[in-house]
């Protein structure tokens, strides 16, 4: 059984960057699609960005377009999300999920129900 687990959260100003990290244990890693979603306080949980098997794919949310950038290293079982100039409304709760389902060319997983597999998520603040 694949386990996720974020890190990389903390507390930074506007404008600032943050890396997160998901380290998943598993010799399947390489053939999950996988994924970053977010949920701040009172909101449903949202899609954030995905990533196909091999990195030659990804899709954003509109919000964070430009400012995010997911990656992977299938060598470390480890996804990332790189956010720049962060924003207040970038506050969450953020988890990495996995798709294990998704076939090599198949489309990108953007709904939650896609995913089967979760992180416990880690805490990102930006203070303005």
């Known amino acids: 059984q694949v386990q996720l687990v974020e890190s990389g959260g903390g507390l930074v100003q506007a404008g600032g960057s943050l890396r997160l990290s998901c380290a998943a244990s598993?010799?399947?890693?390489?053939?999950?699609?996988m994924g970053w979603f977010r949920q701040s306080p009172g909101k449903e949980r949202a899609f954030v960005a995905t990533?196909?098997?091999?990195?030659?794919?990804?899709a954003y949310a509109e919000s964070v377009k430009g400012r995010f950038t997911i990656s992977r290293d299938n060598t470390k079982n480890t996804v990332y999300l790189q956010m720049n100039s962060l924003k207040p409304e970038d506050t969450a709760v953020y988890y990495c999920?996995?798709?294990?389902?998704?076939?090599?060319?198949?489309?990108?997983?953007?709904?939650?129900?896609?995913?089967?597999?979760w992180g416990q998520g880690t805490q990102v603040a930006v203070s303005s």
């Open positions: 990533i196909s098997w091999s990195s030659g794919r990804t």
């Open positions: 999920a996995a798709d294990s389902t998704a076939t090599i060319y198949g489309p990108l997983p953007f709904n939650e129900d896609e995913y089967e597999l």
């Open positions: 598993g010799r399947t890693f390489s053939t999950y699609y």
